[in-house]
Nanobody, 115 residues
């Protein structure tokens, strides 16, 4: 069964930090580049960051470069997103999937940056 379970979101003040986690089923995770995406209300889904299976190659959207770090633990089928210096414009539902994304999505985790 295809599964993606994201967690770690919440309400944080501008300048704060959060660490998101995503546990994926083996059919999605194994040997695939993984990614974090986000979708804000009324906006298109946006690619935030990608990481290759070996973790060597990583990429980031310009809007998060220098503030977010993607990582993965292949033994745990888990991908992480460390988010620092958060801004109100980072407010969105964050989702993980392989890259390019497959048809199955998890529920995501809500991140709200507000004072």
């Amino acid at each position: 069964q295809v599964q993606l379970v994201e967690s770690g979101g919440g309400l944080v003040q501008p300048g704060g930090s959060l660490r998101l986690s995503c546990v994926a089923s083996g059919t999605i995770f194994s040997f695939n580049t993984m990614a974090w995406y986000r979708q804000a209300p009324g906006k298109e889904r946006e690619l935030v960051a990608t990481i290759s299976y070996g973790g060597v190659t990583r990429s980031y959207a310009d809007s998060v470069k220098g503030r977010f770090t993607i990582s993965r633990d292949n033994a745990k089928n888990t991908v992480y997103l460390q988010m620092n210096s958060l801004k109100p414009e980072d407010t969105a539902v964050y989702l993980c999937n392989k890259y390019p994304y497959g048809s199955a999505w998890g529920q995501g985790t809500q991140v709200t940056v507000s004072s």
